[in-house]
């Protein structure tokens, strides 16, 4: 039934492959956890620090089990890690219903729902992806950066409504049923884990493009390429990478957790507030595709640059201008640079190092990411406890951004990537001379 599935449509697979990914972007949104916040603190008198450990425990536990999945999926595929971990996170959400203690909370959605979320990120589906194209690269896992978007369209008004329309306990339910009933079977009816397992090439060429002699790109390798993904972290690039990587964890999940209470703090309504992060959800859409559409056409770096720029910008002009007019602009300027940096991180990484260890590679600097998420959610939780604002945690999210700037503009995209190598011309061959002779008549 699959491979009937998968042959028998004239469209490339690989977007289909896409388009389930995105989906289980969408149904496994953790930014939901923040339209939780406030219900389940007044229910069981929670303080904002207490609760935000379960949270960053979640992104804690994502990043310190993100290599471990990232070697399972080179090793095992990641069709298989995907279907077992979306399982297990759909369980554990579904199982938040029954909350009793903060204990619970930190171990289900921190621990259980943290690990799991390993498996189903944008990191590992996004490895996968890359196996399925290669011009168009960055477009396809751009896509799937909007999954992730969407589901902070869909999932988190959703939840919303569940939690007034009912009970927080009956949303999580729901929210655990989604990801069970609607993901797990699309991923095992729709995802392989390369087009060669259904006799299809990358971006569905009919043959190997022209001197195409490597296994994971139409040029020649990159000088970095290996398949040990120790000897990436023995050069800079992947430093610069993963250090920008930890500022989009820290600024992020800042706000994935921390924006509905701040919103409410500021006047909103919760349902507002859920709007106001909605609507940062829709730019993101367009922010991520946008993303992953230009830098096909351009050096990932250039863009990866802009996006931390625009983002530093973001989070200064709202603490100058502390008006909610000001908050909705803020929410579109941050929407449109949200997760666009995840397909330039991704797609700049495959370039550098390819696809042989790209699994693990990629989950070395998503733990780095997680760390700093982990940090911002924690920290956000216990400044606004100490000072009753998100000020200072806001503040410290704007600056972080500045190395981050620096630290990808000084990338050398074009020394290293792969798709900047090219072959050499051959040499010119006099007119009359034996086929095997060059100029210089060596």
Aim: charged share 10%; with cysteine.
């Amino acid at each position: 039934m699959k491979r009937a599935f998968a042959r028998g449509t004239h469209t490339y697979h690989g977007w289909y492959v896409v388009a389930v990914c995105m989906i289980v972007a969408i149904v496994t949104a953790r930014g939901a956890f923040g339209v939780f916040v406030i219900p389940m603190s007044e229910e069981f008198g929670w303080g904002r620090g207490a609760i935000s450990i379960a949270a960053s425990m979640g992104f804690l536990f994502h990043g310190l089990m993100q290599p471990l999945l990232g070697k399972a999926l080179d090793r095992f595929g990641g069709r298989r890690v995907i279907l077992v971990s979306l399982t297990i996170f759909g369980l554990a959400t579904a199982a938040l219903g029954l909350t009793f203690h903060i204990l619970f909370v930190i171990f289900m959605f921190g621990v259980i729902a943290g690990t799991s979320f390993s498996g189903t990120s944008p990191a590992n589906t996004g490895a996968l992806i890359v196996k399925w194209f290669r011009r168009r690269r960055a477009t396809a896992v751009g896509l799937n950066g909007a999954g992730v978007a969407l589901g902070g369209l869909l999932i988190i008004p959703l939840a919303a409504y569940m939690i007034q329309a009912t009970n927080w306990r009956l949303a999580w339910v729901t929210l655990g049923l989604i990801v069970l009933l609607v993901a797990v079977p699309l991923v095992y009816l729709v995802v392989h884990d390369d087009p060669e397992k259904l006799g299809l090439r990358p971006d569905g060429d009919a043959q190997p493009p022209k001197g195409d002699v490597s296994p994971d790109s139409n040029h020649l390798a990159g000088p970095l390429q290996t398949s040990r993904w120790r000897e990436s972290f023995r050069s800079w690039p992947i430093w610069q990478i993963t250090a920008g990587f930890f500022a989009d964890g820290f600024t992020t999940s800042i706000l994935l957790v921390h924006f509905v209470p701040y919103g409410i703090d500021r006047g909103l309504s919760p349902s507002a507030a859920a709007i106001a992060f909605g609507f940062m959800m829709v730019l993101n859409v367009v922010g991520s595709t946008t993303a992953g559409l230009v830098t096909d056409m351009m050096q990932r770096k250039t863009v990866l640059t802009l996006i931390y720029s625009l983002r530093g910008c973001a989070f200064i002009a709202l603490l100058l201008l502390p008006g909610n007019l000001e908050l909705w602009v803020f929410a579109a300027v941050i929407g449109f640079s949200f997760m666009a940096t995840t397909p330039q991180t991704v797609s700049l990484t495959a370039d550098i190092y390819g696809l042989s260890a790209l699994g693990i590679i990629t989950g070395m600097t998503v733990l780095v990411r997680q760390i700093g998420g982990a940090s911002g959610i924690l920290i956000a939780g216990y400044l606004f406890d100490g000072t009753g604002s998100y000020t200072l945690p806001f503040t410290m999210a704007g600056f972080l951004l500045l190395p981050a700037v620096l630290l990808s503009f000084t990338i050398k995209e074009q020394k290293y990537s792969a798709r900047y190598q090219t072959w050499p011309k051959p040499a010119p061959v006099l007119s009359g001379c034996n086929n095997n002779q060059s100029i210089t008549g060596a």
